[in-house]
């Protein structure tokens, strides 16, 4: 029996998936809520909250606690049988780590926690994570030394953004200039975590590297002249890239004798979650495509030809696969849904109640209650076009006509030409936004059967690269299967949208 572990730390929780691939089965799930089960690191919802709002960190130690939880809880698994580990986390966020680091990990005994026997080899106390929106600066310095948006978005497949890596680490290396010299290496979320796993500095995989600013996305190299241009010997503090299929260690004996697992289990480099979640979908193949609809709304899907959003607010990462993964971050997503049924204060049902009894409208609310990833929008408010603000009804339709209409504009550039959209996160139980999803991209859509995609896809990532002679959909299509029913477009609700396109551009356009 071939058991295979993924696992994924995200903003919030630590999650853990076995799968058992000779059954096609997932056997185990566990997730340590960070907040909830660590609550000594005071963090909301994982993360560390500044003064200045625009500073975001999260207490390393804090991963690393959970790490041993999350082993404990799978103590009714035979972990033995486990044959290989692969593991996904939040993009962009790093960490600092200093000279001590590799010899405390290589050292690590199973009497003690990772926590109490690592907690002095960090040079940075806590580590930048992607909601960290406070290095405006640093970006347009790094930009302006690389020749601009255009040339950014070639060279790295996105523009310099405040959440991607390459900013953090210049404003550490400007603010603190000695910790920075201090730092003997510089790990991602993801590489972090699978140092720690496999007792040694893991490489970046192109996945999550691809999200730094920093990595020459055609080449998967380390782009010199974005390297010089963040910081000084940044290359020596880096870790070589990898593709992320390829194994590059074995379990730590840390882990095989306090938890028993099989000590020769592989250990694979952590991707990202976005670029994991395409793999736990099963979006291995253009054509179909994912929206997800939670907090923020995403849209991606998997590409074979080289495509950068040349507005530079989308973003171009490699796949686990080796293709390309496009993908559009709207912030403005199931979160100021909620703030506007807040506004009108009706539940869920109502909510729906509202899009079931409205037709296709033809007023647009613009739903920007915080600022905007695509598009950019820095200064925060909603705002109505033809739109009566005490039309209930209308304004629920209008809010996920408007955001719908705004995914289908700005993610023309990823040329994906969907036939079908899995749609999966918070809100993809609501069939009538799901509906106009349809409508709008005038392209069928299914549920997503995956609760935790990017977990789920860590574990398929492992059991491929133990599986060398079984393409990707081999490997995961028994795992993701999507739900029925099939919503399909309705024909005179899409040409209506096909023309409502236009004037939602002009709308979006007006100052
Ligand atoms: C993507 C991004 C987020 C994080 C969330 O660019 O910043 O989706 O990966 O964990």
């Known amino acids: ?150 040339k950014a978005v070639e060279m790295t497949g996105s523009d310099l953004i405040e959440r991607f890596t390459a900013s953090q680490i210049r404003k550490f290396y400007k603010q603190e200039s000695k910790a920075y010299a201090q730092t003997a290496s510089i790990a991602l979320v993801s590489s972090f975590m699978a140092s720690i796993l496999a007792g040694q500095i893991a490489p970046i995989d192109y996945g999550d590297g691809s999200g730094m600013n920093l990595m020459d996305i055609r080449k998967k190299e380390w782009h010199p002249l974005a390297l010089k241009s963040t910081a000084p010997d940044l290359e020596k503090k880096l870790p070589s890239l990898s593709e992320t299929s390829k194994v590059f260690g074995t379990v730590h004996p840390y882990f095989a004798s306090k938890y028993g697992i099989n000590p020769d289990a592989l250990v694979l480099p952590w991707t990202g979650d976005n670029p994991s979640s395409l793999i736990g979908l099963g979006l291995v193949e253009e054509g179909i495509v994912g929206i997800s609809v939670g907090t923020s709304f995403t849209h991606f899907g998997t590409l074979k030809q080289f495509h950068v959003d040349p507005a530079g607010e989308g973003n171009l990462f490699v796949s686990p696969t080796g293709d390309y993964m496009p993908l559009n971050c709207f912030l403005n997503g199931a979160l100021a849904i909620q703030k506007l049924r807040n506004q009108y204060k009706i539940d869920w049902e109502d909510f729906d109640k509202a899009l079931l009894s409205t037709k296709p409208g033809k007023g647009i609310l613009l739903p920007y209650f915080d600022q905007e990833i695509v598009p950019k929008v820095l200064k925060p408010g909603i705002r109505r076009f033809d739109l009566d603000p005490n039309d209930v009804a209308a304004n629920c339709r209008a809010i996920v006509e408007s955001q719908m209409l705004s995914m289908r504009l700005h993610s023309a550039w990823m040329k994906l030409h969907p036939t079908l959209i899995y749609a999966t996160g918070g809100v993809s139980n609501r069939i009538p936004i799901l509906q106009i999803m349809a409508d709008v991209h005038n392209c069928p859509v299914l549920r997503s059967s995956v609760p935790k995609s990017t977990a789920l896809g860590a574990a398929l990532t492992a059991a491929r690269a133990s599986h060398p002679d079984k393409s990707w959909k081999e490997v995961i299509s028994p795992f993701t299967a999507p739900l029925p029913p099939q919503i399909n477009p309705n024909p005179h609700s899409s040409k209506h949208y096909a023309l409502l396109l236009k004037k939602y551009e002009e709308c979006e356009n007006s100052k």
Not at 10 to 35: C, G, H, M, P, Y
Not at 103 to 108: A, P, W
Not at 111 to 121: H, I, M, P, T, V
Request: charged share 25%; net charge neutral.
């Open 1 to 150: 029996m071939g058991l295979f572990l993924g696992l994924d730390c995200s903003t919030q929780s630590l999650s853990a998936i076995v799968i058992d691939f000779d059954r096609k089965k997932v056997v185990f799930e566990a997730s340590i809520n960070f907040e909830k089960t660590l609550p000594q690191y005071k963090t909301i919802a994982g993360t560390l909250r500044h003064s200045d709002p625009l500073i975001v960190h999260s207490p390393q130690l804090m991963w690393l606690e959970a790490l041993d939880l999350i082993f404990q809880e799978m103590k009714g698994i035979d972990l033995k049988k486990i044959q290989a580990i692969s593991g996904s986390a939040q993009q962009h966020g790093s960490v600092y780590l200093n000279g001590s680091f590799l010899e405390r990990l290589q050292k690590l005994s199973p009497q003690k926690s990772l926590k109490e026997q690592l907690e002095g080899a960090f040079s940075r106390s806590t580590s930048p994570i992607w909601m960290d929106a406070s290095t405006s600066e640093e970006c347009r310095e790094i930009r302006e030394s690389l020749g601009g948006v255009k």
